[in-house]
């Protein structure tokens, strides 16, 4: 049974970059579509960004647009979300999932089925 594990999050100040990595056990990550998301305090879950299983194909919310690239090396089982320009709105537990529907377009949250514990990004100086 597939399960996630994020890690990579941390305290940054404006205008810095961390790397969140989503790693598996329990399957190999190649077969599935990774989602990423995040959530802030008293804030709905957001969706931000997403990747196919070959990596072809990427979404991007617009908020994140040119600062933020998801990436995966499916030789070394993980999938990055590489974060820069980091702003204090970025600030929310970000989680990743697997499974769910990613195009160009949009990806659909309720479609991601198997989920993350999440790790902790604060912006802030």
């Given at each position: 049974q597939l399960q996630l594990v994020e890690s990579g999050g941390g305290l940054v100040q404006p205008g810095g970059s961390l790397r969140l990595s989503c790693a598996p056990s329990g399957s190999d990550l190649e077969y599935y579509v990774i989602g990423w998301f995040r959530q802030a305090p008293g804030k709905e879950r957001e969706e931000v960004s997403c990747i196919s299983r070959s990596?072809?194909?990427t979404y991007y919310t617009d908020s994140v647009k040119g600062r933020f690239t998801?990436?995966?090396d499916n030789a070394k089982n993980t999938v990055y979300l590489q974060m820069n320009s980091l702003r204090p709105e970025d600030t929310a537990a970000y989680f990743c999932a697997a499974g769910g529907v990613c195009t160009t377009a949009?990806?659909?949250?309720?479609s991601y089925k198997t989920w993350?514990?999440?790790t902790q990004v604060t912006v802030a100086s």
């Open positions: 990596g072809a194909r998801v990436s995966r949009e990806m659909i949250s309720t993350g514990q999440g």
